[in-house]
């Protein structure tokens, strides 16, 4: 689960397997565009890295327009800005996207590349949350490599994590 910043706010023990270069990444606190755009790690596991990258920073605008006083959105925003001449130049663009459904491509260090559909559904008691369900279809290779990465993930359980996912906090703005 991610709110609207992307922060990372929880996930099970398959969605932590697959996401294992961002959880190991040392760009913190846990956000998906922060590994996306400060962690060279995210060019060889996201394989449509532009398109991620296009994506993410649409989305962000998105959340930029509808909650101009979230101060942890305009650090980020800064952050990235000034740390990421790619975002820079995204950001400055004004694209908006916003996709609910569609393909990640990615390349897990474990089990190689993934062609995973998804879903985002936003959980309508709590505002900017998004739960994020990956599927592949049975039998395909992708199919096969999250049964084997399901496998990989109930060996790592046992393992202590060192990180934890970021925690949620509302946003602060005016009358609320």
Same mark, same amino acid.
Not at 1 to 29: C, F, I, K, Q, W
């Given at each position: 689960?991610?709110?609207?910043?992307?922060?990372?706010?929880?996930?099970?023990?398959? @969605? +932590?397997?697959? /996401?294992?270069?961002?959880?190991?990444?040392?760009?913190?606190? &846990?956000? !998906?565009?922060?590994?996306? $755009?400060?962690?060279?790690?995210?060019?060889?596991?996201?394989?449509?890295?532009?398109?991620?990258?296009?994506?993410?920073?649409?989305?962000?605008?998105?959340?930029? @327009? +509808?909650?101009? /006083?979230?101060?942890?959105?305009?650090?980020?925003?800064?952050? &990235?800005? !000034?740390?990421?001449?790619? $975002?820079?130049?995204?950001?400055?663009?004004?694209?908006?996207?916003?996709?609910?459904?569609?393909?990640?491509?990615?390349?897990?260090?474990?089990?190689?590349?993934?062609?995973?559909?998804?879903?985002?559904?936003?959980?309508?008691?709590?505002?900017?949350?998004?739960?994020?369900?990956?599927?592949?279809?049975?039998?395909?290779?992708?199919?096969?490599?999250?049964?084997?990465?399901?496998?990989?993930?109930?060996?790592?359980?046992?393992?202590?994590?060192?990180?934890?996912?970021?925690?949620?906090?509302?946003?602060?703005?005016?009358?609320?």
């Amino acid at each position: 689960m991610r709110n609207a910043r992307h922060d990372v706010l929880s996930t099970n023990h398959l @969605g +932590r397997a697959l /996401y294992s270069p961002l959880m190991e990444s040392p760009a913190r606190p &846990l956000n !998906t565009a922060r590994f996306l $755009f400060l962690d060279p790690a995210s060019r060889s596991f996201f394989r449509d890295w532009e398109r991620s990258a296009d994506d993410v920073t649409g989305m962000l605008r998105i959340e930029a @327009g +509808r909650h101009p /006083y979230d101060r942890d959105l305009s650090a980020l925003i800064g952050e &990235l800005s !000034t740390r990421s001449e790619e $975002f820079a130049v995204r950001w400055a663009r004004h694209d908006v996207r916003f996709h609910r459904t569609g393909t990640k491509r990615l390349h897990h260090p474990v089990v190689g590349d993934l062609d995973l559909d998804y879903l985002a559904m936003d959980l309508a008691e709590q505002d900017g949350l998004r739960l994020m369900v990956y599927t592949a279809p049975p039998g395909s290779p992708s199919a096969d490599a999250l049964a084997m990465l399901a496998a990989w993930a109930a060996t790592e359980q046992s393992v202590p994590q060192d990180s934890e996912p970021a925690q949620p906090r509302t946003s602060e703005r005016p009358g609320r």
